[in-house]
């Protein structure tokens, strides 16, 4: 049976989003060894009546960017995945195609859907082999996905495509949480399932094209307007017996206003669990990092410690979110700001907002720049520029101490700031120079 709902017993944080560009992954795995081209169908046509609000639920904003983006980045960033046609309603045309230039996503076609979920699905096949179209871009595998699944990751992707490749069709499943129940017209009850013996369907599903455009060829109108399960079709027209394959937790729908804001959380608690610590190779910057790495450490933060962003290093760029520029000398600002450039340059910022937090190490009673006192409306000038670029400028002033218990104190509480900053992501500190 299909999963439609939220199941309320289920993690509120069942899993991480996948937050690297497209083609990488956080850990640069081995690139999976996909031989066949693979094409995707998001449709994103709902009204999201069941979450009571006006904006349908692809469309609510999360950090400033609608959840459809979201899920578009979990398979742009997937190597071996040719193109990506997204299904929407028609009055929605307008403003899909804003979000895919928007926020540059470059695999995604956006098709108008129809008035049911089969029929948008079909109207996304037809789109990926209509005519006129070169046939190596014609996919071997069609993956159909949920456009309010933004947690999807790759392993599954590949498991899913390659079994399609193999059977035809293969499709996510999930243990049933509560047993299923029939009823009567009149509102009693009338069975029960056994609970054991079913599974819940979910999404992803894969098909070979030729299976799944042929299963809307003969499927009927009553399957048009009433069905909602592909892999029934599959079955039932062509003769195809999906692999079933156990999914994982992060698989679940967006459903409810109650998982708007568990999907958000997800969001701001993955982009907070890594930052990058740069030192622009100064022996008392790297000292300081490397304390605030162990401190973070403490917290849950993994924090990597390089000297710049040349060369290798150039790809903490693309795969983190958050960034500490630790500073010991008078150009402080200047390093700032070039660490500000390097970051519009990688227009990771059209994705997420990024945070730049300058921890300034102090020996005396004044820091300065250019041998002047630094202004705190030096940084705030700094930050209110950053911010019209989506990156979050902080400021955080730590005094050097030969005592080495104050000492670890301070690095704890720098410690402690930088996490919270990098958590909370709260605008209204931007520009502020705290004291550690």
């Known amino acids: 049976m299909q999963s439609d709902s939220c199941d309320p017993d289920r993690p509120t944080h069942p899993g991480t989003f996948p937050t690297c560009e497209a ?34 639920k692809q469309f609510c904003l999360f950090m400033g960017r609608p959840l459809i983006s979201y899920t578009i980045q979990a398979f742009e960033r997937v190597s071996w995945i040719q193109s990506i046609v997204v299904v929407v309603a028609r009055e929605h045309m307008d403003l899909m195609t804003d979000i895919v230039q928007q926020f540059q996503h470059t695999k995604v076609r956006v098709v108008p ?114 069905g909602t399960e592909c892999l029934h079709l599959a079955l039932q027209y062509c003769g195809t ?95 700032v700001e070039a660490l500000l450039t390097d970051l519009e340059a990688a227009k990771q910022a059209l994705l997420h907002p990024l945070v730049v937090i300058l921890v300034l190490l102090n020996g005396s009673d004044e820091l300065s720049v250019s041998g002047r006192a630094l202004e705190p409306e030096a940084i705030m000038d700094l930050a209110s520029a950053a911010k019209l670029r989506n990156i979050l400028l902080y400021g955080i002033q730590l005094h050097q101490s030969e005592d080495t218990q104050r000492w670890e104190r301070s690095v704890s509480r720098v410690a402690e700031i930088t996490s919270a900053l990098i958590r909370d992501r709260s605008p209204a500190l931007v520009g502020q120079l705290l004291q550690a």
Not at 28 to 55: H, I, K, M, Y
Request: glycine share 8%; with cysteine; proline share 5%.
């Open 241 to 335: 017996n999906a692999k079933l394959i156990q999914g994982p937790p992060t698989l679940w729908k967006v459903t409810y206003k109650r998982d708007l804001a568990a999907a958000e959380s997800i969001i701001k608690d993955t982009l907070s669990r890594s930052a990058c610590a740069i030192t622009g190779g100064s022996a008392q910057a790297v000292t300081l990092a490397g304390a605030l790495q162990k401190a973070v450490g403490a917290l849950n933060m993994e924090l990597a410690v390089i000297p710049d962003l040349t060369g290798e290093n150039g790809w903490y760029l693309l795969k983190d979110w958050n960034f500490i520029q630790v500073s010991v000398n008078r150009s402080c600002l200047s390093e």
């Open 23 to 56: 083609g990488r992954s956080d850990h640069q795995p081995a690139e999976r060894s996909v031989d066949f081209p693979v094409s995707v169908v998001l449709p994103a046509g709902g009204t999201g009546e069941r979450t009571g609000l006006q904006t349908p």
């Open 113 to 226: 859907g129809g008035s049911t979920r089969h029929r948008s699905i079909y109207n996304g096949v037809l789109a990926l082999g209509e005519e006129g179209r070169p046939v190596a871009d014609k996919p071997k595998v069609v993956l159909i996905h949920d456009a309010v699944r933004p947690f999807v990751e790759e392993d599954f992707l590949y498991k899913i495509a390659m079994a399609a490749k193999e059977q035809g069709a293969a499709g996510a499943i999930r243990p049933l949480v509560s047993t299923v129940i029939a009823t009567t017209s009149e509102g009693y009850l009338d069975h029960s399932l056994e609970r054991a013996k079913y599974r819940a369907s979910e999404m992803p599903q894969g098909f070979t094209y030729d299976v799944i455009y042929q299963a809307y060829q003969k499927c009927s109108e009553s399957d048009f307007e009433f």
